[in-house]
């Protein structure tokens, strides 16, 4: 799994490429996967693109 954190939100992606984004403000125990909610769409292409970017800075191809 990858991942990523910000204060309030996180995006998980597994290795089937699927996708999980939890509120942790209002769900700290990731229960709510929002991943599919068009009202949070921005927010998990966002994550997943920094979270791309880091991979991609570090050299790993594993985010591909």
């Given at each position: 799994h990858l991942s990523i954190r910000r204060q309030r939100q996180m995006c998980i992606r597994d290795r089937a490429k699927q996708t999980q984004l939890f509120q942790l403000s209002s769900d700290p125990y990731e229960k709510?996967?929002?991943?599919?909610?068009?009202?949070?769409?921005?927010?998990c292409e966002q994550l997943q693109g920094l979270m791309?970017?880091?991979f991609r800075a570090q050299g790993d191809a594993v985010y591909q």
């Open positions: 709510n996967n929002l991943a599919n909610d068009e009202a949070q769409r921005q927010v791309q970017q880091w």
